[in-house]
């Protein structure tokens, strides 16, 4: 199971990689300042956390924290996890290349914000944390309770966050955006 654990470190590691390196040359916010290095501190801040959980799996994570994977069902969930893995990360990196220098690390907008409504927008709007959790559900079936801990804070956090999202987006385009919005799901295609 050593090859689903590097295997999961080398999707966030790639997904954290790319995050870092294509936050250079964001638009800027309107009427906020420094909000750049914060983000970049909080990525980083994930970053090391992912990577240490995964690579030194500290005592906690283990006993009941870690499913058994010496079963066909472990490895079975292991696997179908890692494939979430990787598909919510390939998902994510989708997104943050289609939005572009409109990115930015938390709700706000940006100077010339555009409305992104194609490439993963045209599936929900919020494709970044679709993908997110997705690789974070994946993360959760193939390395255990902790990481389900983590998928259940992260999503409250994301659903909070579309909700400030949503009222920013139909601010700047009060025309466009309740249009879109009918015809797009928030995070989950066909649900919600």
Same mark, same amino acid.
């Given at each position: 199971?050593?090859?689903?654990?590097?295997?999961?470190?080398?999707?966030?590691?790639?997904?954290?990689?790319?995050?870092?390196?294509?936050?250079?040359?964001?638009?800027?916010?309107?009427?906020?300042?420094?909000?750049?290095?914060?983000?970049?501190?909080?990525?980083?801040?994930?970053?090391?956390?992912?990577? @240490? !959980?995964?690579?030194?799996?500290? &005592?906690?994570?283990? %006993?009941? #924290?870690?499913?058994?994977?010496?079963? *066909?069902? /472990?490895?079975?969930?292991?696997?179908?996890?890692?494939?979430?893995?990787?598909?919510?990360?390939?998902?994510?990196?989708?997104?943050?290349?289609?939005?572009?220098?409109?990115?930015?690390?938390?709700?706000?907008?940006?100077?010339?914000?555009?409305?992104?409504?194609?490439?993963?927008?045209?599936?929900?709007?919020?494709?970044?944390?679709?993908?997110? @959790? !997705?690789?974070?559900?994946?993360? &959760?079936?193939?390395? %255990?309770? #902790?990481?389900?801990?983590?998928?259940? *804070?992260? /999503?409250?956090i994301f659903v909070n966050r579309v909700f400030v999202e949503?009222?920013?987006?139909?601010?700047?385009?009060?025309?466009?955006?309740?249009?879109?919005?009918?015809?797009?799901?928030?995070?989950?295609?066909?649900?919600?």
């Amino acid at each position: 199971m050593k090859i689903l654990n590097l295997f999961i470190a080398a999707c966030w590691l790639i997904f954290l990689l790319y995050w870092v390196i294509s936050a250079v040359g964001v638009k800027k916010n309107v009427g906020q300042k420094g909000e750049w290095a914060k983000g970049s501190l909080l990525r980083l801040a994930f970053a090391a956390a992912v990577v @240490l !959980l995964l690579a030194y799996r500290p &005592a906690f994570i283990g %006993g009941i #924290f870690r499913h058994p994977v010496n079963n *066909f069902f /472990g490895v079975f969930l292991g696997v179908i996890g890692a494939v979430f893995c990787a598909a919510g990360t390939a998902f994510a990196i989708w997104a943050r290349r289609h939005l572009g220098k409109n990115w930015s690390a938390y709700p706000t907008l940006k100077e010339n914000h555009e409305l992104i409504t194609s490439g993963p927008y045209r599936f929900v709007r919020h494709p970044i944390y679709t993908g997110m @959790l !997705l690789a974070l559900l994946g993360s &959760a079936l193939a390395l %255990g309770l #902790f990481w389900l801990i983590f998928f259940i *804070f992260i /999503g409250f956090i994301f659903v909070n966050r579309v909700f400030v999202e949503e009222r920013l987006m139909v601010r700047q385009f009060p025309d466009k955006y309740p249009e879109y919005r009918k015809k797009t799901k928030a995070l989950v295609p066909f649900v919600w």
